[in-house]
């Protein structure tokens, strides 16, 4: 089975800081694109930030210049620093991965996999 799970949520005050990990997990053949949506209450889960294989980023306009999105390859995991947080950031965060899977019998399987999120709330 192949899944992701997210840390790193919590409680912080505005303009402070955190960081977001993933780490995939399973039968895995390679990943390739991963990264981080949110959904705040009564809205849309909407795109964060993402990033290919080969490193290549791209970033929702409310968050740039304060979240930063990189991976390491080696232990399939992607991460999400966040600074200068603002309330406006409160939602759960989920991590998203397109994984090629092995099966059993030696074939391939693509997969989107979601993790179950984690809360962050920006809050004096």
């Known amino acids: 089975q192949v899944q992701v799970v997210e840390s790193g949520g919590g409680l912080v005050q505005p303009g402070g800081s955190l960081r977001l990990s993933c780490a995939a997990s399973?039968?895995?053949?390679?990943?390739?694109?991963m990264g981080w949506y949110r959904q705040a209450p009564g809205k849309q889960r909407e795109l964060v930030a993402r990033?290919?294989?080969?490193?290549?980023?791209n970033y929702a306009d409310s968050v740039k210049g304060r979240f930063t999105i990189s991976r390491d390859n080696a232990t399939n995991t992607v991460y999400l620093q966040m600074n200068s947080l603002k309330p406006e950031d409160t939602a759960v965060y989920y991590c998203?991965?397109?994984?090629?899977?092995?099966?059993?019998?030696?074939?391939?399987?693509?997969?989107?996999?979601w993790g179950q999120g984690t809360l962050v709330t920006v809050s004096s």
């Open positions: 399973g039968s895995i053949f390679k990943i390739n694109a």
């Open positions: 998203n991965a397109d994984i090629v899977a092995t099966t059993v019998t030696g074939n391939f399987r693509y997969l989107e996999v």
């Open positions: 990033i290919t294989s080969s490193g290549r980023t």
